[in-house]
């Protein structure tokens, strides 16, 4: 019997490549992802900071199997990704201020909670060419569609726990994390349907805006930054004055 006459071999075939380009998929878009939760726990008590990346991750992916069935047609409305963009610009603000002021107040301040809010927004806002991708890869085969956001959760958990260490040895790596989510913005905002009718920039200009949100988004961090612990200093002089006036 010609089991390729049948169209066996040729579905296998079609399963198995379907199956390859998904793992490809979300091995090449896990990275930023993966920044945004190490940046998010790393405030987070270090006995606290694995639940944090497993739960937001896993409530990430769970709500990516919801809106892969719709997320196509969002995309073309005008001005969703352009509020996704202006989203993620300020989640990678507020993340780098709050890492920052941990670095070097040496305070875990953020809570288990408020990590996992940080990291389900931002994923669900970043993820959207993921969950088309796959979406598209799997070809309408549910299997591969769930197996693709489903591989996403280890890939990105594994990539964000080595991150979040090496975020503590390698505070730099703070910064690059920071300048990645602003040219994650830049890129959401210019291909935004509406944002495109009237700004096409050619590749080389493309690469320019992503640069310049980046350094934005470093610029506006560390002046936030300043006025944050400006503001501590002072609660701080005003606490040890009050102190010191008890004491006499």
Do not use: Q
């Given at each position: 019997m010609n089991f390729a006459e049948l169209g066996i071999i040729s579905l296998d075939m079609a399963f198995l490549s379907s199956l390859f380009s998904i793992i490809i998929i979300d091995l090449v878009l896990a990275g930023d992802n993966a920044v945004v939760i190490a940046m998010a726990v790393r405030s987070l008590p270090k006995e606290q900071r694995i639940k944090g990346i497993f739960y937001g991750a896993a409530a990430a992916v769970l709500l990516r199997v919801v809106l892969t069935f719709?997320?196509?047609?969002?995309?073309?409305?005008?001005?969703?990704?352009?509020?996704?963009?202006?989203?993620?610009?300020?989640?990678?603000?507020?993340?780098?201020?709050?890492?920052?002021?941990?670095?070097?107040t040496h305070h875990e301040t953020a809570s288990l909670g408020h990590a996992i809010?940080?990291?389900?927004?931002?994923?669900?806002?970043m993820s959207v060419d993921n969950m088309l991708?796959?979406?598209?890869?799997?070809?309408?085969?549910?299997?591969?569609?769930l197996f693709g956001l489903g591989l996403s959760i280890p890939l990105i958990v594994f990539t964000s726990s080595l991150l979040s260490r090496l975020m503590e040895k390698y505070?730099?790596?703070i910064y690059a994390g920071a300048g990645i989510l602003g040219a994650v913005?830049?890129?959401?905002?210019?291909?935004?349907?509406?944002?495109?009718?009237?700004?096409?920039?050619?590749?080389?200009?493309?690469?320019?805006?992503?640069?310049?949100?980046?350094?934005?988004?470093?610029?506006?961090?560390?002046?936030?930054?300043?006025?944050?612990?400006?503001?501590?200093?002072?609660?701080?002089?005003?606490?040890?004055?009050?102190?010191?006036?008890?004491?006499?």
């Open positions: 719709f997320v196509a047609e969002l995309l073309t409305m005008n001005y969703v990704k352009l509020i996704g963009g202006l989203v993620i610009l300020w989640i990678a603000v507020k993340l780098f201020v709050e890492d920052e002021e941990a670095a070097v809010r940080f990291i389900v927004v931002a994923d669900i806002t991708a796959v979406g598209g890869a799997s070809h309408g085969n549910l299997f591969l569609l505070p730099v790596i913005g830049a890129d959401m905002i210019l291909t935004d349907p509406i944002v495109a009718s009237h700004i096409a920039p050619g590749r080389t200009a493309m690469y320019a805006i992503k640069i310049l949100f980046a350094a934005g988004v470093l610029g506006i961090g560390h002046f936030w930054l300043k006025r944050d612990l400006k503001k501590l200093e002072k609660a701080d002089k005003s606490e040890k004055r009050l102190d010191a006036d008890k004491i006499g």
